[in-house]
């Protein structure tokens, strides 16, 4: 394995062996490293001294089932803290084949223009790009798939990232070359778009697999960890519904966001619930698919494809936290119409979630009536104009929330809420406050415990755990999913580990990498300005009772400090 | 003297004795004790538990020359940390004389709607304004004085105000009447109208003259500070050409903004300079005056009427910091231009400093063309119609940078640079870095220092002294042109707090108070989140050369950090 180092200036590439340090990491880990190592942390994240860095999980590059993640990262535009967001598609594996430890991009160009970065084992390539300029990733991906073959991996933005818009992400093709695999947190597609590459190629055609020390083991481990996985009961309810099964569950516990995060209940929530959206997908037919894996090897496949009533496909995937921001958070409880805005905020490059959170704040402004999916749709649309209410919403809730004056807004960090409401679900909400990555469930999703999320007491503990375990999962590169395995068979982690890199880590080491990883994060946003009010909840959500539980965040403000104490 | 507190959610007033350690301070002083001692440090600036302070100088009630300020301050919704700003005009002299050490706003309605807060010696009442919503301040202004009477001091809020946008100042009728004498820095105007109130009357008929301890010896004082500042040659160039005299001096040290911050020196210094202004307004003559003071009993008058070519006032005063940001910072080189401009941005309630510099970096987003003067003016007045582009300018030049993903935005801790470009006036440079405020020339002006103004050396000791000054004469209720005579007569300052107080403080009592003063306004940005991370200037000024000189701003870090220690 090798860094690939990428000036965007030069445009060129240095291949440079792995520092000793960094070899036990991968993933979400290894970024959190590589900025602390070398990224100025008071830096203009939109600027030259930015870096924008791909690396794939530790286990990243054999086609295990929902392990083939890929990680993405630097400061980001929207938070100004440390970044990572990771993402299924074929990039984690392209990466590893070609003996990517990590690619990372420096400096940014001298001229205006767009470019291709075309990556493969000989090395680097730019190529013109000024042609795919302002296209969306639904007509871009195609055209480069021609340009570049087929079977390619394609990290690509659209229009958002073009404009440097903070809600945008990166889009990875998945292996049915749909480009909707999206690093989609965080603003990264800006500094990609402020390094002015539209996509990024990588071909790993002609390489050997990625090594595996003791393949034996590693066969033994694999099968264990399948077991395991197929047998969580979990894995099916996925298969079945997707991540659309939270809908019922949110709202049954009090916690979906509803009318900019204004009620913890929604009166359309089983319309749009993942029981009604199988029940559609299958009665349609068509292009429609209720099961669907993201990546090759997926035995969960937990994603769909969304086919409208004339049998063509609207939209793939549609998952929850889309139906939570765009759905009930704008009091809007058609599936056809949050498939068709998830298909407008994909093209665009944006985060649903951040997307969805702005339109909220938008409606609290009296731009938008809650339920009106048209008004919704037009507000979208607006962002591809690059007006000054496009960019608004297509920067995100913290913006809009600046702009027309609004307290409501359900940002920590700068970066929109997912759709747990965290007066309801209040280890989530510790996990919003506490990440160093600003509010984002994947950081540590609490919803499962078996507790009393409405009582504040101890959920500081369930977080700090599910915080490690997630951030270990990131730098592992394996799907949140691919957890209802490893915790039903927690040594895989270690005998995969061990098999493929001839280690010999502890069983502990899921926690012993989620900590290390969170502590790299915490002392890059240290260095960057962070402080202990940065790890706090909107204060509005302190004081505001959520119907139907009238509660508010409540966990102590000591505690929170405390947690990685 | 009393603590006036006034509740806005239950229109309640209640007067309370002076906490023993806040005696000794008033003005910006007085501010940050406050906010430091009762103001919680992370709340919303624009919820309920931020505070908005009025507080005149320890000086401010007898009509001493250029002494009667009034400081208003709070959490800065720009900035986010402590702010304070001072303005002359009547108020300062009507809260002496009312028996206000302090005005402390709190809360807000509960409902919307819009009041007038009126103040005299009977106590608070609470009036409906509805009718008031939506008018500029030369409209507002009129009607007030006509239903409150015209000895009234007024201190209200603009559209601007109202929007609750970021860059909206409180404007304070002046001895004439018209309402142009600004808190305008920071936000301020934004916390009123977060409050509901459009306007505070305050009415000190029936008062006394504040107390005195030792008539003769403040008598002796005042004397021998009037003659130091009538002796001091900047006091008549200041009567002749107000602050304007700036023009061709900062251009002359290659520091005038010009075309948002991308050179220092502007072919059309001279059209705009104070010369060619005076020669202008005594041609015009009619309404046209080149001298007028701000408050009663001003001996420098460094004010003037701007009068257009038929007699009529076009808007009063035209300041150099105005000239700079909407002169040469748009490459506009008519003054009558540059006065439109000023009285747009004064009647919708707005700092002047601030859309300058905004519109600066929507020239730079493609929005604008440099020197198209009718284009500004379009501008402006798209804020009053409330839309995105119309906020976003009137949010300031930080908000219009993120919209536009423009990287060359000339902002320290989120607040416009004013008219020194610091590449070239480094101490200067300095200030706008290490002040509490954000960046502001008014914290600590090095421009007449007798150094090398390129020189990296020696800025921090130069600007900490002129910090430790200004925060002082800030504290005092003293303008920063009160300075020449204290400069020359320091010792007066001690015998007028001492006779008018009945207190024995030292000569050194300026320096004492100014420091104090920093070290506590330092202290609540501290609790709100700030590091030395914010103690820095744009980092593309720290790369970017400014012609003609071709400097960059070089003042190491690390002497940054240490300027307090």
């Known amino acids: 394995m090798q860094i690939w180092r990428v000036n965007t200036r030069e445009q060129t590439l240095t291949r440079e062996p792995v520092p000793e340090s960094w070899k036990q990491l991968g993933g979400r880990g290894l970024l959190a490293r590589i900025m602390v190592d070398e990224l100025p942390p008071a830096c203009d994240p939109l600027g030259p001294n930015n870096k924008l860095i791909f690396a794939p999980g530790l286990l990243t590059g054999h086609r295990l089932s929902s392990c083939d993640r890929l990680s993405v990262g630097g400061k980001s535009p929207l938070t100004g803290g440390v970044k990572e967001s990771n993402a299924g598609g074929r990039t984690g594996l392209h990466m590893a084949t070609l003996g990517m430890k990590a690619l990372i991009l420096e400096e940014r160009p001298s001229?205006?223009?767009?470019?291709?970065?075309?990556?493969?084992?000989?090395?680097?390539?730019?190529?013109?790009?000024?042609?795919?300029?302002?296209?969306?990733?639904?007509?871009?991906?195609?055209?480069?798939?021609?340009?570049?073959?087929?079977k390619c991996a394609i990290s690509l933005i659209g229009p958002g990232g073009e404009m440097k818009l903070t809600g945008a992400g990166i889009q990875n093709v998945d292996k049915d070359k749909t480009p909707s695999r999206i690093n989609a947190r965080g603003g990264l597609g800006a500094v990609l778009g402020s390094k002015g590459i539209k996509a990024i190629v990588f071909d790993m055609s002609g390489c050997d697999k990625p090594a595996i020390a003791d393949p034996p083991a590693w066969q033994a481990a694999q099968k264990a960890y399948n077991k395991a996985l197929m047998g969580h009961p979990q894995t099916q309810s996925y298969a079945d519904y997707g991540t659309a099964a939270m809908t019922r569950m949110?709202?049954?516990?009090?916690?979906?966001?509803?009318?900019?995060?204004?009620?913890?209940?929604?009166?359309?929530?089983?319309?749009?619930?993942?029981?009604?959206?199988?029940?559609?997908?299958?009665?349609?037919?068509?292009?429609?698919?209720?099961?669907?894996?993201?990546?090759?090897?997926?035995?969960?496949?937990?994603?769909?494809?969304?086919?409208?009533?004339?049998?063509?496909?609207?939209?793939?995937?549609?998952?929850?936290?889309?139906?939570?921001?765009?759905?009930?958070n704008l009091g809007i409880d058609s599936l056809d119409t949050i498939a068709r805005l998830n298909w407008e905020v994909n093209d665009l490059g944006l985060d649903s979630i951040e997307i969805g959170a702005a339109l909220g704040v938008a409606a609290q402004a009296g731009l938008l009536a809650f339920g009106d999916g048209e008004g919704a749709l037009e507000l979208v649309r607006e962002i591809r104009s690059g007006s000054a209410l496009g960019r608004a919403l297509g920067n995100g809730a913290a913006m809009m929330g600046k702009l027309y004056g609004v307290e409501r807004v359900p940002v920590v960090k700068g970066q929109a809420l997912s759709a747990y409401d965290p007066r309801a679900i209040k280890g989530t909400g510790v996990t919003y406050a506490t990440t160093p990555q600003g509010a984002d469930h994947t950081c540590g999703l609490t919803i499962r415990a078996k507790v009393d999320h409405l009582d504040p007491q101890g959920q500081v503990e369930i977080s700090r755990n599910a915080q490690m375990s997630m951030a270990g999962y990131d730098t592992l590169g394996a799907c949140v999913f691919a957890g209802f395995g490893f915790a039903a068979a927690p040594e895989t982690i270690r005998d995969l580990l061990n098999a493929k890199y001839g280690w010999n880590v502890s069983g502990n080491i899921l926690q012993e990498l989620g900590r290390e990883t969170i502590m790299l994060e915490r002392e890059f946003n240290r260095r960057a300005g962070f402080t202990a009010v940065d790890d706090r909840l909107p204060e509005w959500m302190t004081r505001e009772p959520l119907p139907p539980h009238n509660a508010v965040f409540d966990v102590p403000e000591a505690e929170l400090d405390g947690i990685w104490e």
């Open 111 to 150: 001229q205006p223009g767009w470019w291709v970065l075309h990556l493969n084992k000989e090395g680097a390539r730019f190529d013109p790009a000024d042609d795919l300029a302002g296209l969306g990733v639904y007509a871009a991906a195609p055209k480069l798939l021609a340009r570049y073959g087929d």
């Open 250 to 328: 949110t709202n049954a516990f009090g916690a979906i966001p509803t009318r900019s995060f204004s009620d913890g209940q929604f009166e359309g929530a089983d319309k749009i619930s993942g029981e009604a959206m199988r029940e559609l997908l299958l009665q349609r037919g068509g292009a429609s698919e209720t099961t669907h894996a993201c990546m090759a090897g997926c035995t969960i496949r937990c994603s769909n494809v969304f086919g409208g009533a004339d049998g063509e496909e609207i939209v793939s995937p549609v998952e929850y936290e889309t139906i939570g921001l765009m759905g009930s």
